[in-house]
Every structure is written in C-alpha cells, then in structure tokens.
C-alpha cells in the first residue's frame, strides 16, 4: 500500500463513557495524511471529550460500493474536553459497513426512537423497504421478502407470526440492515424467493464495560423498561439488551363481501373493533471468547415471549339477494394467546490466516403460537337454520428450524478470494386447529370435526455452494456463484391417518459484475439471480381452516413451487462531495405464482380463500435514492420509487347460453413510493428527526391495496452527561390505514382497517461505564487484529486492498 495515498475513513464514532456520556460524531478530513502523522488501521485514535454533543451519525447511510478501500477519512479531534477540561482517551477504529456488491448495508443504530422500540419501527425507514401494520416486510413491492438475521435464516421471522416477531424484536439489537435486492448463492432459496432482509446484530468490540437503562411510557398503558450493555475483558465478551413492556393494539374496520350465486348476489357486512393488550419479555444476551489467537467461539441467544388478552366485538348483516336481512347478529370474541420466539446460536471461527478462515455455524430457532378463543353471538335476525351456539375454537402452530453450516473462504490470490460451504438443515411446521359447540342446556362441549384440522411439514435441505470473488483489474470485479439444493418433504395428513414425501433438486446460479471509476469511487453494478419459492404451511395444508363464520381458508399439498428471476443494474456516486447517490433499475419475473383465490360456500355468504397457482408476474421498477450532509446540523435523505407490475392468470367467463370457459387475462398496477427523512442536530444536546413514507396502490397477487402514507416524529435531548430523554410520535396524522380489494369468478371482497392511530410514548434513559483501548484488538497478538474484510473490494483508483471485501460475507 502506497502511504502517500493513505488516509482515514470517516467514522461514526459512539462515545459512551462515564463522564463523556454523549452521542457523537467524528466527522472526516479528506487532507492526506503522511506515515508521521497517520497510525495505521489498526493503532488507536486519541479523541478529546467534548463539552457539547457533536453531530449524530447518519443512521440510514449506505457508503459507495466502488470507493476504494485505501481511501481513509482521518477523524476530528477538534472537540473540547468535558467538565474540569481533562482530555478522555477514546478509540475510533472500526469502520461504517460498506456497500458491498451483492448488497446495501444501511446503519440504523443512531436512530432517534425510543427505548423497547421494534426493529419494525426502523426498518420502515431504510430505503425501499415498508412494513405494513401486522410487521409485512416488503422490498420494492415484493411480500416475499425473506429475514435473515447475520446472514442466516431463522424460524423467529417464518410463518403465521412472522409480523409479531418483528415488531417484538428489539431495535436495540441491530447494528445495521442489508438490504439484499439479487440474492447469490451465499443465500438458500429454501425460505422463499423475494429478497432478503438481513438483520446484521450489535458486535462487541470497545474494551471496558458500558450499558444504559431505560423507562418509558405511553398513554393508554403503554410503556417498559429496558437494559442494554456490553463487557469487554481481555478474551471475554458480552453484550446483550434484557426488558418487559407492555403494549396496546386497537383496530377497528369492516370488510363487505358479495358472492354471485347465479341469479342473485349475496351480501355479507362485517364492522369490528378490537382492542388486545399484551405483556414482553425479551433477553438478547450475546458472549464469545477468543480461543489462543487463531480460534474464536460464540453463543447468541434470541428469546421473546409475549401475551395478549384480546376483546374483540364485531357486527354482522347478510342479505340473500333481498333488502331484508337474512341474519343480523353481534359476536363478542374473548381470545388468549401465547407466542414464543427463539433462537440459539452456536458459533466457531478458525483463522489459519490473516486471509483464510472456516466458520462452523449451528443455529436452533422457533416460532411457537398457542390462540383460544371464546365466541358468543346475540341475534337480532336469526338465519332460518337457527342460531350458532355459542363455541369456543383454539389454534396452535409451531415452526422449528435446526441448521448447521460450515463457511470456508481463503484469498488464493491478491486478485481472487474464494469462498464457499455446505448446510444441512431441517424444518417442521405444524397445526393444529379445533373447533367445539357448547350445548346450550348442559355446557358440554362438541367438537365440530368440519371445522378441526391436524397437519404437519417436515423439510429437510442439503446444500453446496461456491462464491468466487475476482479482481479484474483496477476497474472490474466480479462475484459469480452456484448454489445446489436438495430439498426432501415429508407431509402428515393427522386427521386422514396419511402420508405422503417428495424430493426437489435445483442449481441456482448468480452473478454480480461492477466497473468503478473516479476519485469519489462511482461505481456500475449489474446483477442477477435465480431463486425458489416454495409453498409455506398454510398454502400446502388440505384441511379447511376456520377464520371465522364468513370466511375459511385451504390449501394444496400439490402446488408447484415458483421459480424467480431477478435483473438489476445499480449506479452509485457521490455529488457535491457530500451526497451519495444511488439509482437501480429492476425486473424481477415469478411464475408460476402463488396466491389465494376466493370461492363461495354452497348455500352460504361464507368464502373460502384457496392457495392455488396462477399465471406469471414481471415486476419492473426504478429507485432512486440520494443521501447526504449537507452541513454539520442536516442529515438528509429521499427514496423515489416507480414499478409496474403485469401479471398474467386464468379467467373463467360465461358465455351468452350460460356455459362457463376460461381465458387467460392480464392485469397491471402502476405504484409509485416516497420515503423522506431528515435529522437535526443544530440544538446542542438535541437531536430531532422526521420521517414519512408513502406507497401507491399496489398489486399484490390477486388483490390490490389502496395507497398508504404515514409520518413519525423523534426527539433526543440529552440533558445530562449520562441523561438522555426522547420521544416518538408515530403516525402523527393518524393515517395508518389499510384497504384491499380480492376479486374472483364469483366472489367480490373488500375489507378496510386502521389500526390504533397516533401513538406517543417518552423514555428517560440513564447512560454508565466507559470504553477504553483498541476496539480492533480482540486478541493481543493475534490473527483478529486489524481489518476482518472477507475479499477483494470494488474497483477503485486506489488500487487492491488485501484488508477489504465485497463479497458476501458475515
């Protein structure tokens, strides 16, 4: 490495000591620095305490993939000392992730939110991601958005409950989101073909001890407390978050549906209101000791359990083709529910070198549900059948994932780094529903065998893959991949005393190429992937699924998987000198798709929503997203989007002597988003930010969406040292609102909710202990000093970096 070209990096730097207590920022020098006045990468940055907190770091910021990563920032030490004017010695080492070429990484750590805040409320403000009110991530549009969590798949965010995973894991646990647009062969498909949400946790790596309690509360009781903390001694740390809260969830809505029984259409009108308190308990602890100088072993554990107690009243008219009702009835719902997120894993490291490394990886996580509920109708207008006894109905699902993975990577050459592993994995999901009248006269309950249902899925994966990183020259890199995968299925048909497997095998190939060019690192980057969705639980399970009186749902064991191609071409860049930029143009093509199809129940006003495949889906789309500083008080940032989605299926039409026939029909949304951002720091000791976000309608499968938008309000001040109060508004105007629209041959259904509106909640939080020494130095000599990159970076003017990486990698 040339020294003359060297400079420093800019860093976000968290000084958290016992008499520093603040949030700050080390801004960047561009100037370059000489070998006298630079310590290396890997040497220790003394930084005055300041007597005001510098500016907070940009939470959502992704750096430009091409830069290369010679090209260091030195950091401010401008800043005066706190207090009696001592100095306080404060190591700036680490750097901000990096865009890599298969991915952005975007730091959310320094976002203005409160304390037991869910990884839900960040999350919606990275770029092209929205998160509706049940915790549905979307990416670009895309539902089938998958969440990893560092790098690997977990059972915590699959299945019914994925949503109450998310808005139930802690904020405070993440150090950064990677949003993963073409998945390489790095990523199985076993979990879905969308895109991939990778959830990147907090990482030790100050030595001393530091940690921070937090109390808040909302109106309505809402409100926690929290405690979050790391250790760092030597060969030993720790690092974890521990907290209860208490939460309300209220939503009201309606939903209307009409059903075409041939010569007249009947009408079903349902009003409800909800209102569901809940009690969390949440332990994130994470340790990991390094084994002689070469060996690393760590454990995480991910646990959160929660209860809800929910009142739930809703109002039902159908009509039967006439103006008077055909029943007209009240139902109060008195539901108990238990959910259980887990995940425990197991981590090894071996470095035989500063450029070879094996990681053994073993992971064991759950999402575990138990619902029942008790129902009681009062009739105004009872159908001529009579009225529905009163009933009670319960579900429990369960989804299990066991996997172990060994990841090998060695640097062969300057210009290649190879990388590649295995996994063999193994996932069950279960349920299991049931359903029993109450007899009127003796209390005794009976089940009702048409409404229960018993129905498992065991899966079992083995998987190779390759993921070679080359460095052309000075301007070209390229990531090519090969993933196989072998997936075995065994289903169980509990209530029919059957069985029945089957076995899949696929080659999922990937590429990323990138020309970079320039002192500011602008870089082209093209990628594309091949992915697999397979059916989840509920599309595969036979039996008919109680909802409630007016809509079921059923599956098929026979639905064939969907087999997604994806293509993007990204450019990034830095203008002014302090506003990145990043265009993406996309197509993504599914087919054939999955989704839900509504069908009457013969001589009733209730549907059953069916899992089924149909036609095929292109989905093509721009984003534009720009970021920047544009003084030491403003931080920007604004996502414009643009897709259009066309989808092909089969349409059965009726012809004028009454005789059914299908056709294939099209149909296509355009659906424009915005998501604006902008933090403030010009008060000292206080730190505003403002977010808002907007979706158009959008095409999901066979339903539409109306348009949405939201906007949240955060403030911090720190008022003391060691004090720091905040406050969030979230959905200032109140606008958080949901409506869609499914149409099928025969069945018209529109339904509308809102869910709890403006939500206001304060927390004070109380910062002690202090960091101290080199964070880069975990073991002292050893393999783990200095840079952990994983291969070549993108092209650049400043040459190769041995240190650096762009390829996948956690």
Known sequence: MNPSKLVLRPLPALLLGALVGQLGLAHAQSAPATPS?????????????????????????PTVSARPADELKK?????????????????????????????STYDVKAEVVTPNASAADVIAN??????????????????????????KRSAMFSGANAGDALNSYPAEALESVEVITTPGAEFGSEGGSGPILNLVTRRVRPQGSQGQVSVNVGQEGRGGTSLSGSYNDGRLQLEGQAGVMRNVNERTGWSETETDVGNAVWTTRRENDSRSPSRIVMLNPTISYNIGTTDRASATLNFNHSENETGSNEYYRTYHGGATPYEEYSRVIDRDSERTFYQLALGYERKFSATEKLNFDLRSSGNLADTDSRNRNSYVIAPPTGARPESTNGNETTNRLTEFSIDYQKRVTPMFNFKGGVKVGRSTGQSDADYFNIDPLTGEEVIDDDRASAFRNTERTYAVYVSPNLRIDEHWAVLPGLRYERVERHIDYINQDNSAS????????????????????????????????????????????????????????????????????????????????????YREKDSPLLGRFLTPVPGSTAVVSEAV?????TNDGISINLQGRPTREVNLSGTVG???????????????????????????????????????????????QVNGNYT????????????????????????APQWTLRTSVRDVFDSNVNRLTQVSDTVRQVSYSEQQGRTFTVALSYSFGGVSGDPGLRNNPGMFRGPQGDGPRGPGPGGFNPGGGFGPGM
Not at 75 to 95: C, D, L, S, W, Y
Not at 127 to 133: A, E, L
Not at 649 to 674: C, F, I, K, M, W
Not at 696 to 719: I, V
């Open 642 to 688: 643009f897709r259009r989605v066309q989808q092909s299926y089969l349409a059965t039409l009726t012809n004028a002597d009454g005789a059914r026939y299908s056709v294939e029909t099209e149909r296509a949304r355009n659906t424009p988003t915005l998501q604006l951002r902008a933090q403030y720091s010009g008060i000292p000791n206080h730190q505003l």
């Open 37 to 61: 006045t630079t310590p290396p990468a890997s040497t220790p940055v003394a930084v005055p305490a300041a007597s005001k907190p510098a500016t907070a770091p940009a939470s959502v910021t």
């Open 502 to 585: 089957d076995a899949t095998r696929k080659l999922l190939p990937s590429l990323h190429v990138q020309y970079g060019w320039g002192e500011r690192g602008a870089a082209i980057t093209g990628g594309y992937s091949r992915r697999i969705s397979r059916p989840q639980l509920s599309d595969i399970n036979p039996n008919l699924q109680y909802v409630d009186d007016q809509n079921y749902t059923q599956g098929d064991p026979r639905l064939a998987p969907t087999r997604n191609d994806k293509y993007e071409l990204k450019y990034t860049d830095t203008w002014l000198t302090w506003l990145n930029a990043n265009l993406s143009v």
């Open 126 to 151: 990275v770029p092209n991601v929205t998160v509706d009110q049940d915790g549905k991530v979307a990416i670009r549009g895309n539902q089938n958005a998958q969440i990893f969590v560092n790098g």
């Open 613 to 617: 495949n149909f036609g095929a889906r």
């Open 75 to 103: 950091p401010e030490q401008e800043a005066q000392a706190a207090g009696g004017g001592q100095m306080q010695t404060v190591t700036v080492v680490a750097e901000r992730p990096a865009e890599q070429i298969d991915r």
């Open 696 to 719: 158009g309608r959008a095409l999901n499968g066979l339903y539409e969406t109306d348009s949405n938008w939201q906007a949240h309000l955060s403030w911090s001040w720190r008022f």
